[in-house]
């Protein structure tokens, strides 16, 4: 167990344990880290995570033992690659144009159809300026005329039709 901790970056030596299916508390490795609050339990072969990077988000997650890795395609790996590159190369651009113009947006459009469940989920996470490879890859347009601009409205509507087409749950 502590082997697989270390592996995941949630065990240090200054975590305080339990047995197994106890509370454990590091949070004096993970407030080296920046985070002010941070735990986990281990409920039989998952592990629950939460913590507190700031006074308003508050993460978590659940990691499974005995869980397989998910095959990935190559589509799925492409599109996450160039997503990637191009969220930390336009980063810096506040406007729309410069973060579209970018070689690995471009290239995301150029996969096609198979791209969209891929921009789709990420566009479940953050707001990031998905639209104009949605419409261009698609041919279609959900968002109603007079929620253009508003990102909320965009997302919701794009989402919305992601879940209609049985692209995304």
């Known amino acids: 167990m502590k082997e697989y901790l270390k592996n995941k970056n949630l065990y240090s030596k ?3 344990h ?7 508390d590091n949070s004096s490795y993970l407030s080296s880290k920046g985070y002010n ?21 508050v993460w978590d997650a659940a990691i499974s033992l005995n869980a397989r890795p998910r095959k990935i395609s ?10 990637q590159k191009w969220k930390n190369e336009t980063a810096v651009y506040s406007t ?8 690995n947006y471009l290239g995301i459009i150029g996969i096609g159809y198979e791209a969209v469940p891929f921009i789709l989920k990420d566009l ?34 794009w989402i919305q ?5 049985g692209l995304i749950r």
């Open 124 to 157: 479940q996470k953050s707001a990031d300026h998905w639209f104009i490879a949605l419409k261009a890859i698609t041919k279609e347009n959900p968002v109603p005329r007079e929620d253009m601009g508003n990102m909320h409205k965009m997302k919701e509507a």
């Open 14 to 16: 200054n975590c305080q």
């Open 161 to 165: 039709w992601g879940i209609n087409k």
């Open 96 to 103: 729309v144009y410069h973060k579209t113009i970018n070689n």
């Open 74 to 83: 190559k589509v799925e790996k492409q599109f996450y690659e160039l997503a």
């Open 18 to 24: 339990e047995d197994l299916n106890g509370d454990y």
């Open 37 to 57: 609050k941070t735990g986990y339990k281990i409920h039989g072969d998952v592990i629950k995570i939460y913590f507190v990077p700031n006074a308003f988000h």
